[in-house]
C-alpha cells in the first residue's frame, strides 16, 4: 500500500470507530435520561409501560379475585382480542328453547350463599332476598319542583315535567311515565335547531327539538363489533352513542336512577343536520368517495376528514340524552372525582400504587360523612360493569344541598369498549375503601342468585330502543360475569373485616 492509500484507509478506520463511539454514546445518555437517573434499560421500559398494566395496590387484588375466574383478563391470552376481533354476534342472547342464558363462566355459576346469609342474619332481607319490612325511615326527598317552588303548566312537556321531577335522591321515579313519554318524544319530535355544543373533547351536537325541548347527540362513529383498540388509552378512546343508551338502561336496571334519559335515534344528514348548520360546522361537510354525506365538526379529538362522521347514503344513528334544566336555573356543582386516573400515557394517579389511598378520602370532606363515599363505590360498580375508565369528574344538583343528593352520572360514551376484558382497577374504591351500600349488594345478588341475570334483564329493556340491538352479546354476558367479580370482592371485604357492618353498609339510601 502506497502512503496515500494507508492515509485514506487510516481517516475512514478513525472515522468508522469514532461513528460507532457516537452512537453508542448517544443510546445510553437517552436510557439514562428516560429511566430516571439509572442507565438500566428496565428504568427505561419502566416508564413506557402503561398505568394499568403495573398498578401496585391492585395488582395483588387482581390475582386474588381473577385467578379463580378463567375469564378475568382473558384479553392478555387472547390475541385475537381487540379492534374489530369480536365477531358480530346479533340479535337476542337468549335461548329461546330454554329461555336461559348459556354461559360457561365459573363466576357466573358461583354461589355467594354465604353473602345471602349475612344479609339475613343482619336482617335486611329473608332466603329470597326480598326485602324485610322496613326499620328505616324514608329519607326527605323533595323534588325540583317543590324545592323551587315551580309548578308544571297544565300543557307542560315531557322535557319540562322531567326537569321538573328531579329529586334530592334520584334523576326520576320508578315506574315513570314522564320517562317512556320523553324516550318516545326524543325519537319523534321534530328537530328544529341544532349546534355544535362547546365542552367535552370529542363532538357533541345540541339538539333543539319544535317543543322546546332540548337533547345532546352523540353520533355513531363505528359498527357495534368496533371495540377499543389496544393500543388507544381510556382517554383517547372514542365514544360509542350505544354506550350512552345503554348505560341509561344499566343504571335505571341497578336501580340508581342518575342518569339522564338516553334513546337512539336515525337521523337524516341532510334535512335535520347540514340543513341547520352554520359557520364553522358548515365548513367541515363533504360528499366521500362513496357518495355518503358526511361532517366532521370541530373538536380536540377526532374532528378531522380521516375520522369523519358519514351518513348511509344520508342517514345516520345517534343517541340523544335529555337536556338538564338550564344552570341558571337549577345549579350543578362539578367535583373532581377522588379515583380519577392521571388522564397521561405515562403516569400514575396516587390511588394506583397507594394502597391506604381510601384512608385519605375518607378524612376529606364530603367523603368523611354521609352518602357521598358509597356513592362512589356505587359509581365504581356501575363503571366496572361497563368497563368506562373515564370517569374524571361528577356533578350534583346544588338546590339539594351540597352532600345529601346523588352524583349524576352523566357521560358514559367511553362503556362497553372491550367485551372479553374485566377491568378490575375500576373497582378501586370498593377494593380499597371495603365498603358497599347495601341496597346495591342486594341488587347485585339478586341479579346474581336469581333467574333474572343482569345480561336479560339489559337484553330485554335495550330492545324497547329505536335502534336495537344496542349491545352484542359478549357485552351482555359480560355484565353476569362482572357481578359475580364484584361479589368476590365483597366476600374478600367481609372476610378481612371485623364487623360486616363495617363493609355493608346500610345508609337508607
Ligand atoms: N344531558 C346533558 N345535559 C346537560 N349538560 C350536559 C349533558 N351531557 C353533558 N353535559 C355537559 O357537557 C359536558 C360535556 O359532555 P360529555 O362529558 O358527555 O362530553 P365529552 O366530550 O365526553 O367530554 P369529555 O371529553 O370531557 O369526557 C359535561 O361535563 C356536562 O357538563
Ligand atoms: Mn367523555
Request: with cysteine; proline share 6%.
Amino acid at each position: 500500500m502506497k502512503l496515500k492509500e494507508r492515509v485514506v484507509v487510516g481517516i475512514l478506520s478513525t472515522l468508522v470507530f469514532l461513528t460507532v463511539v457516537l452512537v453508542l454514546n448517544i443510546e445510553v445518555v437517552q436510557v439514562s435520561q428516560n429511566g430516571g437517573g439509572s442507565p438500566s434499560s428496565l428504568g427505561f421500559l419502566e416508564n413506557l409501560v402503561a398505568p394499568d398494566a403495573r398498578s401496585g395496590a391492585m395488582v395483588a387484588f387482581r390475582k386474588r379475585v381473577l385467578q379463580k375466574s378463567l375469564n378475568g383478563s382473558r384479553e392478555a391470552s387472547d390475541p385475537k382480542s381487540g379492534a374489530g376481533a369480536q365477531p358480530p354476534v346479533l340479535g337476542s342472547p337468549i335461548d329461546p328453547v330454554t329461555n336461559e342464558i348459556a354461559s360457561v363462566d365459573p363466576v357466573v355459576a358461583e354461589d355467594f350463599g354465604d353473602l345471602v346469609n349475612l344479609l339475613v342474619v343482619k336482617g335486611a332481607v329473608d332466603r329470597k332476598l326480598r326485602p324485610v319490612k322496613f326499620t328505616k325511615k324514608k329519607k326527605p326527598n323533595p323534588t325540583v319542583s317543590e324545592v323551587l317552588g315551580f309548578k308544571a303548566r297544565k300543557n307542560a312537556t315531557s322535557f319540562e315535567r322531567f326537569h321538573l321531577g328531579i329529586s334530592r335522591m334520584e334523576m326520576y321515579k320508578e315506574p315513570d311515565s314522564i320517562v317512556d313519554k320523553l324516550l318516545h318524544d326524543m325519537t319523534t319530535d321534530e328537530i328544529v335547531h341544532m349546534e355544535q355544543k362547546d365542552g367535552g373533547t370529542q363532538l357533541k351536537l345540541m339538539i333543539d327539538y319544535a317543543s322546546g325541548g332540548q337533547a345532546m347527540m352523540k353520533p355513531m362513529r363505528f359498527p357495534r363489533d368496533r371495540e377499543t383498540l389496544p393500543d388507544h388509552f381510556y382517554f383517547t378512546d372514542f365514544e360509542r352513542h350505544n354506550a350512552e343508551i345503554a348505560a341509561f338502561h344499566l343504571d335505571r336496571a341497578l336501580g340508581f336512577r342518575r342518569t339522564p334519559p338516553v334513546v337512539g335515534r336515525l337521523l337524516n344528514i341532510t334535512t335535520e343536520i347540514y340543513a341547520f348548520a352554520k359557520g364553522e360546522l358548515l365548513k367541515t361537510f363533504f360528499v366521500s368517495p362513496a357518495g355518503n354525506l358526511c361532517f366532521h365538526g370541530k373538536c380536540s379529538y377526532y374532528c378531522d376528514t380521516s375520522h369523519a362522521i358519514c351518513g348511509h347514503p344520508d342517514m345516520l344513528e345517534g343517541s340523544f340524552a335529555v337536556f338538564l334544566p338550564p344552570k341558571n336555573v337549577v345549579p350543578r356543582k362539578p367535583w373532581r372525582h377522588p379515583w380519577r386516573r392521571s388522564y397521561h400515557k405515562r403516569k400514575k394517579a396516587q390511588w394506583e400504587w397507594d394502597d391506604s389511598y381510601c384512608e385519605v378520602v375518607k378524612e376529606t370532606p364530603p367523603y368523611d360523612m354521609g352518602r357521598r363515599l358509597l356513592d362512589l363505590v356505587d359509581m365504581a360498580i356501575f363503571d366496572f360493569l361497563m368497563g368506562n375508565m373515564d370517569r374524571h369528574h361528577y356533578e350534583t344538583f346544588l338546590v339539594f344541598g351540597t352532600n345529601d343528593t346523588f352524583p349524576i352520572h352523566l357521560d358514559n360514551g367511553r362503556a362497553f369498549g372491550k367485551a372479553n376484558h374485566d377491568e378490575v382497577s375500576i373497582l378501586a374504591p370498593l377494593v380499597q375503601c371495603c365498603q358497599v351500600r347495601q341496597s346495591t349488594l342486594i341488587t347485585l345478588l339478586r341479579f346474581h342468585q336469581g333467574e333474572n341475570k343482569l345480561s336479560k334483564v339489559m337484553w330485554k329493556s335495550l330492545n324497547e330502543d329505536p335502534l336495537k340491538p344496542i349491545l352484542l352479546e359478549p357485552h351482555l354476558l359480560a355484565l353476569d360475569r362482572r357481578i359475580g367479580i364484584i361479589l368476590r370482592t365483597v366476600r374478600e371485604c367481609v372476610q378481612e373485616a371485623s364487623r360486616t357492618e363495617l363493609v355493608i353498609v346500610d345508609d337508607g339510601v
